[in-house]
């Protein structure tokens, strides 16, 4: 009887101690688990706030593809790459790769005059990111080469079994070769039926090169209803316990504060700000940087289209995403409707800031009118006679974009706008304000 009330005994003490290992697990954990912050994959993520869930294909994609020597008279041909996003799903995690056999520093010249010797398909994208993001599709990627950045892609079209990575800004290219015997598919590429390809011309940057098009381009208007989240879907999700935040509103700005972070959510701009103060030290690389953002930003963006990398902070290492439409991006007179910000380190989240408003139901216009943009050429005369002697070399970007514009009719209601864009001192404007800017001798303004 004694040995088997000694079994009882040590049992029951086994389980007080099980128990209490797990309460101080639960205890110690609390807190962690909060709103964005998931510093490992062993913990568990909270439940997305979004209703829409975006790829990670789409937004670290190639916004634009040109074709070079498909002529004789070598013109080249550019079009946007959104018809084909689902090819590009797909072969994201294809793995066609060997490995990359070696570097080297070819200039933004060299680069150029390559593109005019051969047939070349070139893909494009809106800023650099790490080789890394693309490592599953290699059989071998060497640590050396996972962190570093590239904004270029170009493959000969002749032979189509070796790639170029390629950093314009940089002027470092990373030479890849394919599986043996493998050959990288690039016929719906060249199909000119899956892409609306456009004869244009290259235009030399600010350590970019920029595609335009010969002739005017026609592009249509939009218009959605727009819709938005109660506030108190995203508090819950950054704070599950309300008892210990402190509320503060004012002017239309509503503070939600507890120990380490702080969520604003501003009415005046729709824009919900989160900040997280972590003191551990950030050993986080680049790769892993990017892949983290872009599924924090998935949690909480609703937008109905794609959003894609715009740019990458290397001073804060806070990652930008844009909204698109239909490939295009969309920008409003203030940026905090169409762009949102992501800052991770390794331990978890430390800022997000996104727009709260977000497209719903797209509404049909009738006559489905088209707004028709100048050409390339007549842009780039239009930017010589305003830039008044300073050089085109100036400017960052050149892009078509939608520009948002509220109802004034309706509050529910937003229209966007086809125009030229114009990228200088890391900010955009439309062709026309720029042009204003400039007459007005305040070009260092923006």
């Given at each position: 009887?004694?040995?088997?009330?000694?079994?009882?005994?040590?049992?029951?003490?086994?389980?007080?101690?099980?128990?209490?290992?797990?309460?101080?697990?639960?205890?110690?954990?609390?807190?962690?688990?909060?709103?964005?912050?998931?510093?490992?994959?062993?913990?568990?993520?909270?439940s997305s706030v979004a209703q829409t869930s975006h790829e990670i294909s789409d937004a670290f994609r190639p916004t634009g593809v040109a074709l070079h020597g498909e002529d004789e008279e070598n013109q080249i041909q550019y079009s946007t790459t959104y018809p084909l996003k689902n090819l590009l799903r797909e072969n994201y995690e294809v793995q066609n790769l060997e490995q990359i056999e070696r570097s080297f520093i070819w200039t933004l010249e060299e680069y150029s005059k390559q593109l005019e010797t051969g047939r070349w398909l070139e893909l494009t994208y809106n800023e650099e990111q790490p080789i890394g993001l693309l490592?599953?599709?290699?059989?071998?990627?060497?640590?050396?080469?996972?962190?570093?950045?590239?904004?270029?892609?170009?493959?000969?079209?002749?032979?189509?079994?070796?790639?170029?990575?390629?950093?314009?800004?940089?002027?470092?290219?990373?030479?890849?070769?394919?599986?043996?015997?493998?050959?990288?598919?690039?016929?719906?590429?060249?199909?000119?039926?899956?892409?609306?390809?456009?004869?244009?011309?290259?235009?030399?940057?600010?350590?970019?090169?920029?595609?335009?098009?010969?002739?005017?381009?026609?592009?249509?208007?939009?218009?959605?209803?727009?819709?938005?989240?109660?506030?108190?879907?995203?508090?819950?999700?950054?704070?599950?316990?309300?008892?210990?935040?402190?509320?503060?509103?004012?002017?239309?700005?509503?503070?939600?504060?507890?120990?380490?972070?702080?969520?604003?959510?501003?009415?005046?701009?729709?824009?919900?700000?989160?900040?997280?103060?972590?003191?551990?030290?950030?050993?986080?690389?680049?790769?892993?940087?990017?892949?983290?953002?872009?599924?924090?930003?998935?949690?909480?963006?609703?937008?109905?289209?794609?959003?894609?990398?715009?740019?990458?902070?290397?001073?804060?290492?806070?990652?930008?995403?844009?909204?698109?439409?239909?490939?295009?991006?969309?920008?409003?007179?203030?940026?905090?409707?169409?762009?949102?910000?992501?800052?991770?380190?390794?331990?978890?989240?430390?800022?997000?800031?996104?727009?709260?408003?977000?497209?719903?139901?797209?509404?049909?216009?009738?006559?489905?009118?088209?707004?028709?943009?100048?050409?390339?050429?007549?842009?780039?005369?239009?930017?010589?006679?305003?830039?008044?002697?300073?050089?085109?070399?100036?400017?960052?970007?050149?892009?078509?974009?939608?520009?948002?514009?509220?109802?004034?009719?309706?509050?529910?209601?937003?229209?966007?706008?086809?125009?030229?864009?114009?990228?200088?001192?890391?900010?955009?404007?439309?062709?026309?304000?720029?042009?204003?800017?400039?007459?007005?001798?305040?070009?260092?303004?923006?």
């Open positions: 009887m004694g040995v088997k009330t000694d079994y009882l005994r040590n049992f029951i003490v086994s389980l007080f101690v099980l128990s209490s290992i797990i309460l101080s697990y639960v205890l110690w954990t609390a807190g962690r688990n909060v709103g964005i912050e998931e510093a490992t994959t062993s913990q568990t993520a909270r490592e599953q599709r290699f059989v071998n990627l060497s640590s050396d080469f996972r962190n570093l950045f590239y904004n270029r892609m170009l493959i000969n079209i002749e032979a189509p079994n070796r790639i170029y990575f390629y950093n314009t800004h940089t002027e470092w290219a990373y030479e890849a070769s394919t599986i043996d015997g493998d050959f990288l598919d690039l016929q719906p590429f060249l199909n000119e039926e899956n892409l609306n390809y456009k004869n244009s011309f290259s235009l030399m940057l600010d350590g970019n090169i920029a595609y335009l098009p010969y002739e005017e381009v026609e592009i249509p208007y939009q218009r959605f209803v727009i819709d938005r989240f109660p506030d108190s879907i995203y508090i819950e999700n950054f704070f599950p316990d309300t008892s210990q935040v402190d509320r503060r509103s004012q002017n239309g700005v509503t503070r939600y504060i507890d120990l380490t972070k702080e969520v604003t959510i501003n009415q005046n701009n729709n824009t919900i700000s989160y900040f997280r103060q972590i003191s551990d030290p950030d050993g986080l690389d680049a790769t892993s940087r990017f892949r983290r953002s872009f599924e924090q930003l998935n949690r909480f963006e609703n937008w109905s289209d794609t959003f894609v990398l715009s740019h990458y902070d290397l001073e804060t290492s806070f990652l930008e995403f844009h909204r698109e439409i239909d490939g295009f991006p969309v920008f409003d007179p203030t940026g905090n409707e169409t762009v949102s910000e992501v800052g991770v380190v390794e331990s978890g989240v430390t800022n997000l800031r996104l727009p709260i408003r977000y497209i719903n139901t797209p509404l049909s216009i009738q006559g489905s009118p088209t707004g028709v943009l100048i050409s390339g050429t007549e842009l780039v005369n239009q930017l010589q006679t305003g830039l008044q002697g300073r050089a085109l070399s100036d400017i960052q970007n050149i892009c078509i974009g939608y520009t948002w514009v509220e109802s004034d009719e309706d509050s529910q209601v937003i229209y966007f706008n086809p125009s030229w864009y114009v990228q200088i001192n890391d900010e955009w404007q439309t062709l026309e304000n720029f042009l204003q800017v400039s007459e007005a001798g305040d070009i260092n303004g923006f």
